[in-house]
């Protein structure tokens, strides 16, 4: 195992934001972290990249103990995450961004810098590494933070929803990069709210609601899992479009209203969604 | 490297003007100006590259001011080796004050709070205890020989600030070309991020604050080898930590020749007003003050950023092409003017049950 948690929880005051939770990441893998907002799915990265103490639980990575290991040390031990806010170190330039990782493993400023470049062409960001951060677009940005995470040679990179703020040509031309890291041989566990993606990517996913787990397996489980589908829609919903569903299913190839009904409803359901 | 042979030219250049020149107003307005130099580097180390401003300097200055006195007064040493003593023990100070403020987190104007208290409270103990000699001050006994590290003539001081601005040019290189600076930077311009990427904040911190601080302690030494007279509220006091950090944020943060030529410039103004404007007192402070308001307004990268601004300016004129240009529609993205994105609908979607329902 790559990565594990055993019975990890942390709160915030009054507010369990993430409870008894294990997993266990396997190596060379691709998998998501997905829930509503507020799951703590954030809260899970901060406290498996070292940036937040576990309450309770312990955190193993590659078989070591590193529960309360600060932040840098995790990095050096080859787990990095991004930032969903991207957090560029704004006045430098691209390769400047990207070299302040490649130096984890480069003392030399001059193979950290050429470095960068590398990892540059890596993420498509080639044509801009002379550009200040600052004067970055979005999808550059997201682009960035992945380029800094990735200069460091991680095991197992924490993404933090780097599709969010993309326009849907942004998001297909992200995916084949994200999947050319984990073909190089980094694992990845990524958080992320573009279904299409994490079904297109993620062969393993988790479903946090309310800092507690409410689902593990294969992403084509997932969206047929009932605790999911009321972890999204509300108890509410989701009672209507198990009807829904149920109702198309009985009134197949009968009466055409029904079927149409159906979908309306999902797509009613889902409207915000996809 | 370029930055070697600019710093070699630069001492080159400077070195050699009291060979031409034997005018004592020339000769002691350059000195006083290294002087300023070297206090604007020493800040511009931690201030400028490590983004932590500190606004009591004046405790490493004193320290080694006190220091070069105090070893010369009560033990006889030599002022050579007295000046070595005094760097290495204002950077101890630097690595110890440093090392308290950044264990507890402290950052932006929390730091500087209490990098002006430190120095007051350096400043209260040496009016108070016994050995600093209080406010009447300790004297060094005028004595001139190259041993002593007393010249006869303002040369031998400007060729001595000189090595230090040299050095402190060197260090400044280091941070340019280094991991070391690059991580320093990093930390300035977003901890959470440097820390992700496997660079730990305390001791970097801690490391810029013990440089910053010895080239602020050699300062206080040569402060007290060209004036022979100290006391607490000239080395203590917060004049020193300001004209450090004016000449820096003046020059331009965290560039080479940033501290150095806004040392030079408002050393060279305040020489001007003062000589304009003798007979009103005061006035002087005054023009510095507006023209300050001016440098803060117009050019907040300091004088460095005039340079940039000219040379992007004629570098767009060139190549009209050069990079994408933003469309008014992804600036205003990036702005957060325009909100709805398609992959960011799920994020507004999940959340709230009831419009599912």
Request: glycine share 12%; with cysteine; proline share 4%.
């Amino acid at each position: 195992m790559l990565l594990e948690l055993r019975g990890v929880s942390r709160s915030f005051g009054g507010l369990k934001a993430v409870q008894g939770l294990s997993l266990q990441v396997p190596e060379n893998s691709l998998s998501a972290l997905i829930g509503p907002n507020g799951a703590g799915k954030t809260t899970v990265f901060s406290l498996m990249s070292g940036f937040l103490k576990p309450d309770q639980g312990q955190v193993f990575f590659k078989g070591q103990d590193i529960t309360g290991l600060p932040a840098h040390e995790c990095a050096k031990l080859g787990l990095t995450r991004t930032f969903q806010i991207v957090q560029p170190f704004a006045n430098q330039t691209v390769r400047e961004n990207i070299a302040v990782g490649a130096h984890l493993h480069l003392k030399s400023r001059v193979q950290a810098l050429s470095y960068a470049s590398e990892v540059a062409e890596q993420v498509g960001l080639a044509g801009l590494l002379d550009q200040p951060a600052r004067e970055l677009t979005v999808a550059a940005r997201k682009r960035l933070e992945l380029a800094r995470g990735l200069s460091t040679r991680p095991s197992l990179l924490l993404l933090d929803e780097v599709l969010a703020g993309l326009n849907p040509q942004e998001i297909a031309e992200m995916l084949p990069v994200i999947r050319g890291i984990v073909k190089a041989g980094v694992s990845v566990l990524m958080i992320e709210h573009v279904m299409q993606a994490v079904m297109n990517l993620a062969r393993h996913v988790w479903v946090l609601s309310q800092g507690e787990l409410i689902f593990q397996g294969p992403s084509e489980m997932m969206s047929q899992d009932d605790a999911v589908i009321e972890a999204y829609f509300g108890v509410a919903g989701a009672a209507k479009l198990r009807a829904a569903q149920v109702a198309s299913q009985t009134l197949k190839n009968t009466t055409l209203d029904a079927t149409q009904t159906a979908a309306q409803t999902a797509a009613e359901l889902q409207g915000g969604q996809t | 490297m370029k930055d070697l042979r600019a710093i070699g030219v630069f001492a080159l250049l400077v070195g050699l003007v009291p060979a031409f020149s034997h005018s004592g107003v020339i000769l002691n307005w350059l000195m006083m100006a290294l002087f300023a130099t070297l206090l604007s580097q020493a800040w511009n180390v931690l201030g400028g590259f490590g983004g932590q401003f500190s606004f009591g300097h004046a405790v490493f200055f004193g320290t080694g001011a006190y220091t070069q006195v105090l070893l010369q007064l009560s033990w006889g040493l030599s002022p050579w080796l007295a000046l070595g003593l005094a760097v290495l023990i204002s950077a101890g100070l630097g690595a110890a004050l440093g090392a308290v403020s950044f264990r507890y987190g402290l950052k932006g104007s929390y730091f500087a709070l209490v990098t002006l208290a430190f120095a007051e409270v350096f400043r209260i103990l040496a009016l108070s205890v016994g050995f600093t000699g209080g406010g009447v001050g300790l004297m060094l006994p005028l004595s001139e020989s190259f041993g002593n590290m007393q010249f006869s003539s303002r040369a031998g001081y400007v060729w001595l600030i000189l090595c230090w601005v040299v050095v402190a040019l060197l260090i400044t290189a280091f941070l340019r070309h280094s991991r070391f600076g690059a991580y320093l930077q990093a930390v300035r311009d977003n901890e959470d991020a440097a820390r992700a990427l496997g660079v730990n904040p305390f001791t970097l911190k801690c490391a810029a604050t013990m440089l910053s601080a010895g080239l602020m302690g050699a300062g206080g030494a040569f402060y007290l080898q060209v004036f022979q007279y100290i006391d607490p509220n000239l080395v203590y006091g917060s004049h020193t930590s300001i004209s450090a950090l004016v000449g820096a944020i003046v020059g331009g943060m965290g560039t080479l020749w940033g501290p150095v030529l806004g040392a030079m410039a408002l050393e060279l103004l305040s020489e001007l007003t003062r000589n304009l404007f003798g007979e009103l007192p005061g006035i002087n402070l005054v023009i510095y003050g507006v023209l300050l308001i001016l440098i803060m307004v117009f050019l907040p990268r300091g004088l460095v950023g005039l340079r940039e601004r000219w040379v992007s300016r004629s570098q767009r004129a060139r190549t009209p092409l050069g990079l994408a240009p933003k469309s008014p529609v992804t600036e205003r993205l990036s702005a957060g003017e325009l909100p709805v994105t398609q992959s960011e609908r799920p994020t507004s979607g999940v959340g709230g049950h009831g419009d599912a329902a």
